[in-house]
Each structure stands twice: as structure tokens, then as C-alpha cells.
């Protein structure tokens, strides 16, 4: 599967975005995606993950209830919105897919998408 990450730009603080990972390929729906960023010097950091169906979902402290992880399987297309966004989010985000089973790793990654968040 190949993945292609839209929708970045920028945006005021407390503002929201969109961001979707398009998918090519079929099977779409066997594969569980994250979404990972990386800000200016800094690592990879993992926020959210959402299961092949859509059904589970997972998301880390520094994300909850403020980004929401969602698919629409039939559009081969996931997505994250991203609200009351603040300067700190500022970073390339990157969606990934893994086969939708325990212990698979994130082997198909998209080519990133930049967000910046000015104050």
C-alpha cells in the first residue's frame, strides 16, 4: 500500500486542520493506520492509531481530546482533526500503515505533511 499525507498548512493557535492519508492499493481496510509527527529537532513521536474497520481506536495523553482519528474505507482515505491546535504542534506529521493484526509493525509510510502553528 502507498500512502500520500494531505492537508497541512498553516494555522493560528487555537484553530483546527484537517489532515488526510490517501491510500493506493486494495485492501485498504486490512490495514491499521497512525499518525506519527516530528518537530524541529526532534524524534518521531507517535500520537494515534485507528484499526482497519475503524471500530479501535488509540490515542496518546498529549493528543486526547483534542485530535480525532478517523477512516472512510470505501474513500481508501484516513484522516485527523486537529483542533485547538497550539504553537508546540508545529511539525511535519506523517500517517502510516500496518497490517491489521497484534505486534505488526509500520512498514508503508506517507511522505509528510507540515503544520505550523503560529502564536
Known amino acids: 500500500v502507498q500512502l500520500q499525507a494531505c492537508g497541512g498548512g498553516l494555522v493560528q493557535a487555537g484553530g483546527s486542520l484537517r489532515l488526510a492519508c490517501a491510500a493506493s492499493?486494495?485492501?485498504?481496510?486490512?490495514?491499521?493506520v497512525g499518525w506519527f509527527r516530528q518537530a524541529p529537532g526532534q524524534g518521531s513521536r507517535f500520537m494515534t492509531a485507528i484499526s482497519g474497520s475503524g471500530h479501535q481506536t488509540y490515542y496518546e495523553d498529549f493528543v486526547k481530546g483534542r485530535f480525532t482519528i478517523s477512516r472512510d474505507n470505501a474513500k481508501n482515505t484516513a484522516y485527523l482533526q486537529m483542533d485547538k491546535l497550539k504553537p508546540e504542534d508545529t511539525a511535519v506529521y506523517y500517517c502510516?500503515?500496518?497490517?491489521?493484526?497484534?505486534?505488526?509493525?509500520?512498514?508503508?509510510w506517507g511522505q509528510g505533511t507540515l503544520v505550523t502553528v503560529s502564536s
Open positions: 492499493g486494495r485492501g485498504f481496510s486490512g490495514y491499521g
Open positions: 502510516a500503515a500496518r497490517e491489521d493484526r497484534d505486534y505488526a509493525t509500520y512498514k508503508y
